[in-house]
């Protein structure tokens, strides 16, 4: 398997699981740097390496009146402030190419959102970056799918790829999540991260918004690490129940020690 690595962080090739955690939205400076800093204490005191993640735009929303984030602008300040005080690498998720020159100023991490992952223009222009790319499989890919956007990636030179799995879908406003992929995707050569949070989700759940059932997300955090991933992909938040966006599959930040220390300790029994 290919190593990737972002700043002094390597993921894959028998590494330490690497943490991907931040809020689902970047609601707001205090928001992010308080949470990234509560997260980047306990990833220090348990050994795991951290990249703070969080959107500055959900464009990809059912309704018209949904939440979306700060914008592509203020969202890129408030990321660029966590990077400089908490001296992480940072990800977030683009929608459209125009966004991606600005984005490729402060993100470490791009993320190809699992809707755009077949957008070839999209693709491509953030490869051409050179920053890694962390591609969101589609829910309504096989993972074998996979292949042929990464070699949408390769073909512009760039070899720095993450693929995470977020679930499948499983009829109507719901997922499931088959680990078979991550075996599968694995065998591609590059590292893949588990998005416990998203994998939860209930699309179009709620009539106009998602849904979730955050209390399956640590049993299948631990499964997924138990089977074998390179690292976990977790939106975390303060209050989820009142986060403007994806709370219902969002944890809180209270709970993230304990699952993280059962983590620990599955990764070390393998």
């Known amino acids: 398997m290919r190593q990737i690595s972002v700043k002094n962080i390597k993921i894959g090739n028998k590494h330490p699981l690497v943490l991907i955690a931040g809020p689902c939205v970047a609601e707001s400076e205090r928001l992010c740097l308080e949470s990234g800093k509560r997260i980047q204490e306990l990833a220090l005191r348990l050994h795991i390496p951290y990249i703070f ?6 464009a990809n929303r059912l309704s018209i009146d949904s939440y979306r984030g700060p914008g592509l602008r203020k969202g890129l300040e408030i990321l660029g402030k966590v990077k400089q005080k908490l001296k992480v690498p940072v990800l977030s998720d683009i929608h459209c190419q125009k966004e991606i020159s600005e984005a490729a100023e ?21 490869a051409k970056t050179g920053k890694v790319i962390n591609i969101k499989k589609g829910q309504f890919l096989a993972p074998w799918d996979i292949v042929p956007i990464i070699k949408k990636i390769e073909s512009t ?21 088959d680990f078979r992929s991550l075996g599968i995707m694995r065998e591609l050569g590059y590292p893949v991260i588990y998005d416990a949070t998203h994998s ?7 009539g106009g918004s998602s849904g ?31 986060a403007p966006c994806d709370g219902p599959n969002m944890i809180n930040l209270k709970e993230l020690e304990k699952l993280l220390r059962q983590i620990k300790k599955i990764e070390a029994a393998l």
């Open 53 to 58: 993640k969080s959107s500055f735009d959900k």
């Open 106 to 126: 402060i993100l470490d991490i791009i993320q190809i959102p699992a809707f755009l992952c077949r957008q070839t223009d999209i693709v491509v222009s953030a």
């Open 200 to 206: 939860i989700q209930l699309p179009g759940g709620r």
């Open 157 to 177: 030179g760039n070899r720095s790829i993450l693929i995470t799995e977020r679930g499948s879908c499983f009829g109507y406003n719901n997922l499931v999540s």
């Open 212 to 242: 979730g059932q955050r209390e399956f997300v640590s049993g299948l955090s631990r499964a997924a690490v138990a089977f074998g991933c390179d690292g976990l992909f977790l939106e975390v938040h303060p209050d989820p129940d009142n």
